[in-house]
């Protein structure tokens, strides 16, 4: 069936940044799934629907990549989904103590699943999307850190 991996995140939107580690990560594993946290807590720029649709325009030449949204524990989707592994990015060293953590509750909860970690792209060493959010509120250029549909739907969040 081959080995199928959870690429997890908030995505509040995707970033250049995400791109490239979907992307790398699809050169990997035979399948990938982008699955976008429906976290009723925070309150996200984007919805759900938003996140996975821009996702989803933005990995369309990724026969391998698929776009969905999770509630719950991650570990549950990744079961529910028979995946293998969970990938994530690591930008810099102070990602490293969340991710560690986050890595080893899921390795608790199902020692079968393996987290794997890449590290980002130089470029995008400092982007996030909190980052892009900041930037596009205040009317700065964010055409070098998303694509295309990203910066035009920030564009249309913010003029509104
Ligand atoms: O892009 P983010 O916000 O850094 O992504 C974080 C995410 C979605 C990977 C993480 O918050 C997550 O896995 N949430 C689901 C709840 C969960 O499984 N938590 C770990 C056990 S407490």
Do not use: W
Not at 53 to 80: C, M, Q, W
Not at 88 to 95: E, F, M, P, T
Request: net charge negative; with cysteine.
């Amino acid at each position: 069936m081959g080995k199928t991996a959870v690429c997890p995140g908030s995505f509040d939107p995707v970033t250049l940044g995400h791109l490239d580690i979907i992307t790398r990560g699809a050169g990997v594993f035979d399948r990938v799934i982008v699955a976008v946290l429906n976290n009723r807590s925070k309150k996200p720029l984007f919805s759900v629907e938003e996140r996975v649709a821009l996702i989803r325009e933005t990995t369309a030449h990724l026969p391998n990549v698929e776009v969905d949204s999770f509630d719950g524990l991650l570990i549950d989707y990744v079961k529910n989904k028979q995946a293998n592994a969970i990938i994530k990015g690591l930008r810099a060293v102070s990602d490293f103590e969340y991710e560690l953590q986050m890595a080893s509750i899921n390795r608790k909860l199902d020692e079968d699943v393996e987290t794997f970690f890449m590290m980002t792209n130089n470029h995008y060493s400092y982007l996030s999307s909190s980052i892009v959010k900041e930037l596009a509120k205040y009317e700065a250029s964010v055409s070098d850190l998303v694509p295309a549909p990203v910066e035009e739907a920030l564009l249309r969040k913010f003029r509104n």
